[in-house]
């Protein structure tokens, strides 16, 4: 039971991993002024939570009636329903002047689904020979979403998998589309353009595997008079 003078600490963030039995990690995105103090700088914290914590889906149009649902219509939810890139408000009750470190588990979380996907783009040079899983490129433009993501980092390592699609531009075939390519045609020195699919607000390290890598080739050698 939390003493007499306790007072809501609350957060907004996004998940960075899937929750289990007892923790969420999670990016703080916003808080009121009591959960500000309490994490200071903190971006990223672990809350706690136990068999009490209440976890509901954020309202969205028509209830959620039946078997498991509350009286107001919402089903219960567990730990197992927060997944990585969940949006969630997280409720704590403590005395005033807690830590983050020291808030009891979490009193409710409501769980308001991933957002919507959106483009992250950069034009760069490949810097290291590429492998299966991965290349390397120093970052030359990046639209807005990959400039936040990569906080002026560089270069970045973009995933590949068996997803990733590898274009090679300038090297058509008869149909006129650009020729497929693979991990192993991305050559040191290679001007590339990265796109990939990802909810807004992720770190760098945070991105999934590229949706689409588009190999120009190398920079023309300058012309001699």
Do not use: C, W
């Not at 903190?42 to 209830?63: E, F, M, V, Y």
């Not at 107001?72 to 983050?100: C, N, S």
Request: net charge positive; proline share 8%; no cysteine.
């Amino acid at each position: 039971t939390p003493p007499r003078e306790a007072v809501r600490y609350v957060l907004r963030g996004t998940l960075t991993a899937d929750a289990t039995a007892q923790s969420v990690p999670v990016r703080v995105r916003g808080a009121n002024e009591v959960m500000r103090e309490a994490i200071g700088e903190t971006k990223k914290l672990t809350a706690a939570i136990d068999s009490a914590t209440i976890i509901r889906r954020a309202h969205r149009g028509k209830r959620e009636m039946g078997r498991g649902s509350d009286r107001r219509g919402k089903r219960a939810r567990t730990h197992e329903d927060l997944t990585a890139g969940d949006r969630v408000t997280i409720a704590f009750r403590a005395a005033p002047g807690a830590r983050a470190a020291t808030l009891p588990p979490a009193r409710m979380i409501v769980d308001h689904g991933p957002p919507k996907p959106v483009t992250y783009r950069l034009r760069g040079v490949v810097v290291a020979p590429a492998i299966a899983t991965s290349v390397s490129i120093d970052v030359r433009s990046a639209n807005r979403h990959m400039r936040r993501a990569l906080d002026g980092a560089s270069p970045f390592t973009a995933k590949i998998g068996q997803s990733t699609r590898i274009k090679l531009a300038g090297r058509a075939r008869p149909d006129g589309r650009r020729a497929a390519g693979t991990f192993g045609d991305l050559a040191v020195g290679d001007r590339v353009i990265v796109k990939l699919r990802a909810p807004r607000g992720l770190d760098a390290e945070e991105l999934p595997v590229a949706r689409r890598i588009i190999d120009i080739g190398p920079a023309p050698a300058p012309r001699s008079d």
